[in-house]
């Protein structure tokens, strides 16, 4: 199957053959085998690639997906290759609104780096989180203005609580 992920404003063409726990990727004409094995069953997979090891967390959000891997989170919107080439030929409605920024786990709050009324650039770091013993800073996907911040420092907070609202600059 071939597919489009866009990663904040990279593109990659893959191609995808999914073979039980291994997977065989063609990345924009790159070959990569990703051996992939869950853990936690709760959206956690130890990944081994190219022999480096990583813990990779998926966490589904409103229109993507977020993946952390090594404390870093990465948004990944991917769709069918065709789907994509279809969607593109279609006039797009802009979406009104901002961005809520999610924990993608339980943890608790070491830092919020933002204040009410600050205004923040497309990934921009906005919170840190600490989850599974690792510090992860959480960033602005789409950038805008602090509209409000739900929680605090030292707060334990669960996964898809909503610490940072953005809205659009005006």
Do not use: F, W
């Not at 961005?99 to 933002?114: H, S, T, Y």
């Amino acid at each position: 199957m071939k597919y489009l992920a866009n990663v904040g404003e990279n593109t990659y063409h893959i191609s995808l053959d999914d073979q039980d726990t291994r997977i065989d990727l063609d990345i924009n004409g790159e070959p990569l085998q990703i051996d992939l094995v869950p853990i936690n069953g709760d959206h956690t997979y130890s990944l081994l690639i190219n022999g480096r090891s990583y813990v990779a967390t998926m966490m589904d959000m409103d229109e993507s997906c977020q993946v952390m891997i090594d404390g870093r989170v990465y948004a990944v919107d991917v769709e069918e290759e065709e789907l994509a080439r279809l969607r593109s030929q279609v006039k797009r409605k802009h979406h009104a609104g901002g961005e809520q920024i999610k924990a993608p786990m339980p943890g608790r709050i070491l830092d919020i780096e933002v204040a009410v009324g600050d205004t923040v650039e497309s990934g921009q770091g906005v919170a840190i989180i600490e989850a599974m013993k690792m510090e992860n800073e959480l960033r602005a996907l789409t950038g805008g203005v602090v509209k409000e911040i739900r929680t605090r420092v030292g707060d334990a907070v669960n996964k898809n609580d909503i610490l940072v609202v953005l809205e659009e600059k005006s």
